[in-house]
């Protein structure tokens, strides 16, 4: 996927890559990329079960939680990231993103009566197929990678969604 010169720099082994791109062909990586997996996984080979570490819950979710996930990086082969289920969440603020719309950010809310803006949440960002035929304030169980999120000098948690079912469905049963 990355012939015709679209790599400046390139390595690695069977479980690990390196890649130097320039940042103006980025796109055309990434699109070519997806195309390449598309063409080449097998069906078998891309539904992977799901293992949780741990159920959290909105309240849960602060800052000082990436302290003990960070302690156990670098990850890799026979060390994956942590995942966790957070059970019967609510999507808030659903936006498709992204030059081709491949993505989606939201907030994962608390349960609850109040306004969406009154309940504690963590912003949320994954694959927008992920989150295909979910409807305005969806009830979810989620799985989720939580990371430090850089941006505008401000460093903040995020959850990066992995799956989601519909509340009470096969993710953590």
Known sequence: CCGDGLAERYGGHA??????IRADRLD??????VRHVGETLPLSARGQDLLLDA???VPDLQMAILDPIERLEPYGKGNRRPQF????????????VGKTGEWAKCRLLEPGDTPAWARLGVAAFGPAGVFAGLGKNARVDAAVRLERNFFNGRTTLQATVEALVGAGGAIGA
């Open 15 to 20: 479980f690990a890559a390196g890649i130097s």
């Open 28 to 33: 055309t990586f990434r699109e070519r990329l």
């Open 55 to 57: 159920e959290l819950y």
């Open 85 to 96: 289920l957070l059970r019967n969440v609510e999507i808030a603020d659903l936006k498709v």
